[in-house]
């Protein structure tokens, strides 16, 4: 399950498909160097995005 504190990098490692969902959101930086340290919820912020929403999508079956 993805939470709020999850890495982003975890994210793209344990689910590639995570990539698409993320870009799908204007998350264009999901290769940039920093989002491998970036929790879901700092991206969130960042980029103004609602994180439940975000969260939801991610951890969609």
């Keep these: 399950m993805i939470t709020k504190d999850t890495i982003i990098g975890d994210v793209i ?3 590639p498909n995570a ?3 993320l870009m799908s959101f204007g998350m264009g930086c999901v ?3 920093s ?3 970036e929790t879901i919820e ?3 912020s960042i ?3 609602d994180l439940e929403e ?3 999508k991610l951890n969609e079956k």
Excluded: D, F, T, Y
């Design 19 to 21: 990539v698409g969902i």
């Design 35 to 37: 989002s491998q340290m």
């Design 31 to 33: 290769g940039c160097p």
């Design 42 to 44: 700092q991206a969130c």
């Design 54 to 56: 975000v969260l939801a």
């Design 13 to 15: 490692k344990e689910n």
């Design 47 to 49: 980029h103004g995005l």
